[in-house]
């Protein structure tokens, strides 16, 4: 059974588990194991969740936005039709095994595979004016579902002022002329219940060998209701505070309640896996709202882009036969959630997945079978390859949701420009893509060519971090100089000139730019981040202790803080504290290869060569061209474990890497 919910984070849900106010995720992660999850960048949920279903990053399943050309020269939701790799449930359908599918992103139209789905247009069962929207049978799989998908649905108008009242307790004193949030709120909680409807009938009704339910209330009720939770925030008026303050505790309150009554359908044979795909800002750093003096009923500030409320680490929790009892598991990631459920159930992973199996959650450890691809076409595989006709009132219902919630602008009536601004932002994603997952010179080239369509302060911001990975710090320089007009004030801009400084051994004109980003925030990580690795670069280690301190204060999640923290604690000689934060990194983001070279500096000198041995290999797999780990492991076969053959063979490595460095970068050097 895999259980999504958007946007969870144990900052919220860990306070809430102390207190014992989720006694059934308590019972889930005492029984089994549970850590962070990594997501991907860009942090949008249609991309994550198809992730997640793949095991594959989104250049390679395809669905990269909220929305894509209809074909008929405007734009709707993404559809199913759009992925270009199989989701687990296609793979399982075409080995004999049943799934059971309910409201997964870009799941419409419903693939026609062994068992059931209710796909994402299913719960839409009302417009933001409240218009019921007509059952659809199109919106399940297979048709005989849809007698009973029907009854299922719930709307805000069946809920009764006793179920709202845990979320606002003083619903009754609402004066409904001036005040209609409460209104949003029921709307969104009957889609959940619908969702929950649906999710229960089939793991009571059918048979299945995986469940997957995707529950998206925690998100949809932080973008509307996070800026009222404790501590209050400035913006927020005293009115608005107490009457929202406890949506989100109930939510997550009310998450649980229905996360007890799966488990109890589930049973104690059945493998459990609940996630979130990114975590939600709760706290201190809430994104900075500041109400328009033109129009005070609308905001403006970094708070005003949803993407700025998303935190890059999810949960997870893994319950079931055979997993480890009340252990932490670290590393994982969301491309790691299918290949783990494919080994659970003896199947295969795929070599063209980008994910990992999760065998440190098990005991004995999962065996893991190869496979090159389940691409191919295969019978049952319930791919839909055709044609889809879509429900009109049904589509601008999702389209104005996603509206609502920030994620997109109003479509406006020229189609034509609709579809560029799709396009334009499905490019943008892939750049992302690409540069988050060290395919620099690709992102390069795709915001190059976005670059040429608009003139865009953000792309061009992007295309400047590209050439200062790339070494290339004179373009880097003659890109950002083209930023003009109010742009060239915001922190990000002046972040990315002080990250080209820095690159350039430019340190004090680089803390300039980094203590004037920071100027007036004091709630942002990243500039006391870059500031500490400053004072590391200048040896400065108390100062940058302090820096990184102060960082960890604001956002203990933030890995690179972590590590450059270890650093300097392992400068100052507190070896076993910079140890600690070593793995704090490294389990918050395992993909960091320098992180893990940090690591193994730190266990040479506290004399724990196997240790340092084991991480020295994890940065060489992580970053295959990198010739420094191999030199480090060289010496240190010879040194410490007297293995001649060894040293040698890490040795010619590091060499041969060097040479194809060199060559690489003489091109440019001419």
């Known amino acids: 059974m895999l259980i999504g919910w958007d946007a969870a984070d144990w900052q919220f849900i860990d306070p809430l588990l102390e207190a014992g106010r989720m006694p059934n995720l308590d019972r889930l992660i005492a029984g089994g194991v549970r850590g962070n999850i990594s997501t991907l960048n860009p942090i949008l949920s249609p991309m994550l969740w198809n992730s997640i279903a793949t095991g594959k990053l989104g250049d390679k399943h395809d669905i990269l936005g909220f929305t894509e050309p209809d074909g008929k020269g405007n734009i709707r939701p993404v559809f199913s039709t759009s992925r270009k790799a199989k989701a687990i449930w296609n ?28 796909s994402n247009k299913y719960r839409l069962s009302q417009t933001t004016d409240d218009i019921a929207i007509p059952f659809a049978a199109d919106c399940v799989h297979p048709p005989e579902l849809a007698e009973v998908a029907g009854k299922l649905r719930v709307v805000s108008g069946d809920l009764q002022p006793s ?39 089939l793991a009571e009704h059918e048979q299945w060998d995986l469940l997957a339910v995707y529950y998206d209330t925690i998100d949809h009720l932080g973008h509307g209701y996070m800026e009222y939770h404790p501590p209050k925030m400035a913006h927020v008026s005293d009115e608005d505070f107490e009457m929202f303050r406890n949506v989100m505790t109930a939510c997550y309150e009310f998450h649980d309640m229905m996360l007890g009554r799966l488990m109890e359908l589930a049973g104690p044979e059945t493998h459990i896996i609940l996630m979130s795909d990114h975590g939600f800002q709760s706290g201190v750093m809430r994104p900075t709202l500041i109400r328009d003096k033109k129009d005070p009923s609308r905001f403006t500030g970094p708070g005003a882009d949803p993407l700025a409320w998303h935190r890059t680490q999810g949960v997870l929790v893994i319950n079931g036969p055979g997993v480890k009892k009340d252990e932490l598991v670290f590393g994982a990631t969301l491309l790691d959630v299918t290949p783990t459920i494919l080994a659970m159930l003896g199947l295969p992973v795929g070599d063209d997945m980008d994910g990992k199996v999760l065998t440190q959650a098990f005991d004995p450890p999962l065996e893991v079978t190869r496979i090159p691809s389940y691409e191919p076409p295969a019978e049952n595989d319930g791919v839909y390859r055709g044609e889809y006709a879509d429900d009109p009132y049904a589509a601008q219902a999702s389209l104005q ?7 997109i602008d109003p479509p ?38 976005l670059a040429r369509i608009r003139t865009d302060s953000f792309v061009l911001n992007r295309i400047a971090m590209c050439l200062i990975d790339l070494g290339r710090h004179a373009e880097a320089e003659e890109v950002i100089a083209k930023i003009t007009g109010e742009d060239v004030d915001r922190p990000a801009f002046m972040v990315t000139q002080g990250q080209v400084k820095f690159a350039q051994g430019k340190f004090d004109e680089a803390f300039e730019l980094f203590e004037r980003a920071g100027a007036g925030n004091h709630v942002r990580p990243m500039i006391h981040m870059y500031l500490g690795l400053i004072h590391l670069e200048k040896k ?26 270890a650093v300097a604690l392992r400068e100052l000689g507190n070896f076993e504290d910079a140890m600690f934060h070593h793995m704090k990194s490294v389990s918050l983001m395992h993909h960091n290869p320098s992180a ?75």
């Open 91 to 118: 793979i399982l359908s075409q080995n004999g095994l049943r799934s059971g599918v309910v409201n997964w992103f870009a799941s419409h139209p419903p693939e026609k595979i062994l068992g059931c789905i209710a």
């Open 163 to 201: 179920q709202i009242l845990p979320f606002i307790p003083n619903l009754f004193s609402i004066d409904e002329t001036k005040e209609n949030r409460h209104r949003t709120l029921a709307r969104y909680l009957a889609e959940c219940v619908t969702i929950h409807n649906m999710a229960t009938y």
């Open 401 to 407: 949701q996603l509206v609502d919630l920030g994620y």
């Open 412 to 449: 406006g009536p020229d189609g034509e420009k609709n579809v560029k601004q799709a396009m334009f932002e499905r490019n943008s994603v892939l750049a992302q893509i690409y540069y988050s997952s060290g395919r620099t010179e690709k992102a390069l080239a795709v915001l190059q060519e």
């Open 540 to 565: 400065r280690w108390q100062l940058a202790k302090e820096s990184f301190e102060r960082a960890l204060a604001i956002d203990p999640d933030d890995a690179s803080s972590h590590d450059g923290l």
């Open 596 to 670: 893990h070279m940090n690591l193994a500096q730190t266990a040479v000198l506290m004399h724990q060569y196997d240790w340092a041995i084991q991480a020295l290999k994890i940065a060489a797999e992580l970053s295959p061209e990198w010739p420094f780990p191999h030199r480090i492991l060289g010496r240190l076969y010879r040194t410490a474990k007297n293995d001649l053959e060894k040293s040698h063979e890490h040795l010619k490595k590091a060499a041969e890497l060097r040479m194809k460095y060199l060559q690489k970068m003489a091109p440019q050097a001419n």
